[in-house]
């Protein structure tokens, strides 16, 4: 199987940084796409980031400019660096990959179990 923890949440006063990690692992063959998602209190969850195997980034329009995702292939993991948070960025925060695992024919999503990020004075 294939397991995803992450890591970093906490409380953060606004303006502050901080930085959530997210570590793969078990029988991955092959990780297509990291991303980060988030439920806000009362909301659906939502994509806020995600890289894939080309470099290529998406950031939503309510983190572009204050957010980067970045990964470590050789040690399966992603990153998540937050700038400039806000209050309404206080939400669960869950990493997710599209990935093959070893023995499998096609590839899907694994979640994290979230990590809370609270943003408030």
């Known amino acids: 199987q294939v397991q995803l923890v992450e890591s970093g949440g906490g409380l953060v006063q606004p303006g502050g940084s901080q930085r959530l990690s997210c570590a793969a692992s078990?029988?991955?063959?092959?990780?297509y796409t990291w991303a980060w998602h988030r439920r806000i209190p009362g909301k659906q969850r939502e994509v806020v980031a995600h890289i894939t195997t080309g470099d290529a980034t998406y950031y939503s329009d309510s983190v572009k400019d204050r957010f980067t995702i970045s990964r470590d292939n050789a040690k399966n993991m992603v990153y998540l660096q937050m700038n400039s948070l806000k209050p309404e960025d206080t939400a669960i925060y869950y990493c997710r990959i599209n990935a093959r695992s070893t023995g499998a024919a096609m590839p899907r999503d694994y979640w994290g179990q979230g990590t809370q990020v609270t943003v408030s004075s």
């Open positions: 078990g029988r991955i063959f092959t990780i």
